[in-house]
T-cell receptor, first 112, second 113 residues
Framework: QQQVKQSPQSLIVQKGGISIINCAYE??????FPWYQQFPGKGPALLIAIRPDVSEKKEGRFTISFNKSAKQFSLHIMDSQPGDSATYFCAARGTSGSRLTFGEGTQLTVNP | NAGVTQTPKFQVLKTGQSMTLQCAQDMNHNSMYWYRQDPGMGLRLIYYSASEGTTDKGEVPNGYNVSRLNKREFSLRLESAAPSQTSVYFC????????????FGQGTRLTVV
């Protein structure tokens, strides 16, 4: 069963636009929510992460918004650039164990 | 600092053949993982090892076995490969604390014909 659901599966945005990817989770024991970025032929790499004690975290053009009551979190990419074209995965991890559970992934294409 | 190293990078197997995917990390991490990545399915956990000497099943363990050889190395074995195991396999490692980054290898692209 998929404990972290991600949408959309694919996203096309124009250069300069805002990219938004959403995730929802079920397990209330999760307490760490990272986003990973993957370029073709490479392994995923950590982009930005948030703990549930804050509602938003911003790093440059990337922002995570977190809604604990709704069990949802999202990634916003401001001023999207062609170099942001990649696959993005949300994930979640809990204190009770070390396993990291991923969403299905979103393939982002930013057109020039 | 190599991070997480996987071998081989590419492999073609015939149905029924066996093989072992190797993974080693040099970051002194306690936890190691094996994932498979398939289009539209994301990264699905096959097995993980929270610490040296322990292994646990993930979401899709059938058809696979693992060995945590020591703190650095975590191998994944396919005893009798099937076409359904055609995928890209990723090894990852992390510190055991929940809020720490997982580092991934470059992946192994496996095709079973």
């Amino acid at each position: 069963q998929q404990q972290v659901k991600q949408s959309p599966q694919s996203l096309i945005v124009q250069k300069g636009g805002i990219s938004i990817i959403n995730c929802a989770y079920e397990n209330t024991a999760f307490d760490y929510f990272p986003w990973y970025q993957q370029f073709p032929g490479k392994g995923p790499a950590l982009l930005i992460a948030i703990r549930p004690d804050v509602s938003e975290k911003k790093e440059g053009r990337f922002t995570i918004s977190f809604n604990k009551s709704a069990k949802q979190f999202s990634l916003h990419i401001m001023d999207s650039q062609p170099g942001d074209s990649a696959t993005y995965f949300c994930a979640a991890r809990g204190t009770s164990g070390s396993r990291l559970t991923f969403g299905e992934g979103t393939q982002l294409t930013v057109n020039p | 600092n190599a991070g997480v190293t996987q071998t081989p990078k590419f492999q073609v197997l015939k149905t029924g053949q066996s093989m072992t995917l190797q993974c080693a990390q040099d970051m002194n991490h306690n936890s190691m993982y094996w994932y498979r990545q398939d289009p539209g399915m994301g990264l699905r956990l096959i097995y993980y090892s929270a610490s040296e000497g322990t292994t646990d099943k993930g979401e899709v363990p059938n058809g696979y076995n693992v060995s945590r050889l020591n703190k650095r190395e975590f191998s994944l074995r396919l005893e009798s490969a099937a076409p359904s195991q055609t995928s890209v396999y990723f090894c990852a490692s992390s510190d055991r604390r929940s809020n720490t980054e997982a580092f991934f290898g470059q992946g192994t692209r496996l095709t079973v014909v």
